[in-house]
């Protein structure tokens, strides 16, 4: 996805920034891939369109969702026919600046022309191929991700739980966070990489809610690799913060890690995005004032050490975490002495001598519980309750899979999959008859107001001018935008880039798992040589073609983290209203005071 919104992705805290900083800023992104490459993006909204003005108990009334007065408003809603059908318009009326720490039901206008998303009868067959490739692509997802889950494997999960009498990591997620769904980032990191597997990159990282508040979850699986950190660990937890002071999100680290792994620390240790960046980050972090907390669950050696000493506030747990630079057998080597984990680091030794951490819990059942009760002293308020009324889409989410295109000739109009997204099939299009390849309208996703960015065909000059102009409307009225991305494969060039591709930092980029990201499309690509070519030409152009289908395909993006996990299409419209949803939070939080880090040593 791709950036549309001031503040992005996913919700953060702290104030909303001044109008002109949020004009210099087109916004966030939120991005999910069907096609050859990414796609989504997100912004910021203003308060809605309000009643005219009145007496001021009656526009209290209606601000607080009261029945006014007879006669108080004179404005008649109808729906509005399908397109081609004739168009019926609505007056905007002046915006309301009422400020009130009472939920407001938020009304949506249900005047937005309606999407026909009727497939039509010649698209029929289309349709059929595009939904046996997307059930295929998907049992391919759900095999990776099942092996993911397992982490290091049986046997290593058995000798962490069984043994060394630790929690799983995904337990320890559920003691952590509230009841109900957290959005998991780039699941699939670490498969197939040129140093082996390395399931999820060996730590989970995702947002999920604790005492109501979305954070930053970034937990270390040390059932991989022993807990090792690889090149592709650091660059999922520098992710994972970037989200973090993007959208202002509190972050809670669960530290169980052996360090870096060492035969490749060239590759982990040295350069500017390295895993030194981590540390930065987290300095960088508090004086934004974003929060930090951490629990030491496990061994935290080398550079997992400085994580929970630099977080605001950190819980130790008995006899399972140790807190050490050089573990004993350094020790043993540099000194000859001898000495255990429990004396050289251990949980009473950092809470009572040492103070390198803040609490001492008996279990890691306490732990969790008492990592909770920190959270609820940060002052961080969650997203206030809203009654948001919006309406389902008039069409099934499941059909969007007969709508993912099995390649870019089997793309269908990108309405059909408008009219499977947005509350009601409703989008107020702009310059709907201009630069028809590429569609821009107003729309709401789970009452959540969005401006969408939608590739219907070859990214022509006048789409581009179109595009342009629809951005910086969203920019000035502060309204996240939606990308939705399926580039065409000839000519090659950076039409995926404008659409808020990965280097235009989209504050969340998702794919659907039939999408394909390349220059170009392997399967455009000839493999037939010249006349008067070189004999052996021919088959450098063969496996040329077979790499470059390879490395296109979604598993092999969402592997090295070229995005932020694949989601599968029937679920793009809960994921996207849960990015919302978390943009959202940053502006009910006020900016700290302090303008500088919290510095504990």
Partial sequence: MARALEGTGHRGRAAARSRPERQARTGRALGAMWSPAPLCALGRRRPGPSAPLQPLTRLLQREYGEQPPTGLLQREYRELPLPRQGWGRTHHLPPRRFVSNKPKSRRHPKTFPVLDGRVPAVYRHVFEANLRNSEAVINRYSELLERVKKGGGENAVLRHTKRNKKLFVRERLRLLLDDGDFLELSPLAGLDMPYGDVPAAGCLTGIGKICGVWCVFIASDATVKGGTIYPI????????????????????????????????????????????????????????????????????????????????????????????????????????????????????????????????????????????????????????????????????????????????????????????????????????????????????????????????GELA??????????????????????????????????????????????????????????LVDSRHFPTVPPAGAWTGEE????????????????????????????????????????????????????????????IRM
């Avoid at 063969?542 to 996990?565: I, M, P, T, V």
Wanted: aromatic share 6%; net charge negative; charged share 20%.
């Fill in 233 to 456: 660990g650091v660059k999922k937890q520098l992710r994972a913060q970037e989200i973090a002071m993007e959208n202002r999100l509190l972050s809670v680290h669960l530290v169980d890690s052996g360090g870096a792994f060492l035969p490749l620390q060239s590759e982990l240790f040295p350069d500017k995005l390295h895993g030194g960046r981590i540390f930065y980050n987290e300095a960088i972090m508090s004086a934004m004032g974003i929060p930090q907390v951490a629990v030491v669950c496990g061994s935290c050696v080398a550079g997992g050490a400085y994580v929970p000493t630099m977080a605001e506030e950190s819980v130790i747990i008995d006899k399972t975490g140790t807190l050490f630079l050089a573990g004993p057998p350094l020790v043993k080597a540099a000194t000859g002495e001898d000495v255990s984990p429990e004396d050289l680091g251990g949980a009473r030794l950092h809470s009572q001598v040492s103070g390198c951490t803040d609490h001492f819990a008996p279990s890691e059942e306490e732990a969790y519980e008492c990592i909770r009760n920190v959270v609820s002293t940060l002052n961080c308020e969650p997203v206030p309750e809203e009654d948001r009324d919006h309406d389902s889409p008039l069409y099934s989410p499941e059909e969007l899979l007969g709508l993912a295109p099995l390649d870019y000739g089997c793309t269908l109009p990108v309405k059909l999959i408008l009219s499977r997204l947005v509350d009601g099939s409703r989008l107020q299009e702009f310059k709907a008859a201009y630069g028809t390849t590429l569609v821009t309208g107003f729309g709401h996703v789970e009452g959540h107001l969005v401006g969408i960015v939608a590739n219907n």
């Fill in 461 to 518: 000059h006048d789409a581009a001018l179109k595009g342009s102009h629809f951005v910086q409307l969203c920019g000035q009225r502060g309204i996240p935008i939606l990308f939705l991305q399926n580039t065409a494969p000839q000519p090659a060039g950076p039409a995926s880039i404008s659409q808020c591709g990965r280097s235009f930092s989209p504050n969340f980029l998702f794919l659907w798992p039939n999408a394909r990201v390349a």
């Fill in 539 to 598: 088959l450098e152009l063969k496996q040329l073609k077979a790499k470059l289908e390879e490395e296109s395909s979604a598993f092999y993006s969402s592997s090295r983290l070229w995005d932020d996990g694949i989601i599968l299409p029937q679920d793009t419209r809960k994921v996207i209203a849960q990015c919302l949803e978390i943009m959202e939070q940053k502006k009910s939080q006020a900016v700290s005071p302090c303008p500088y880090p919290i």
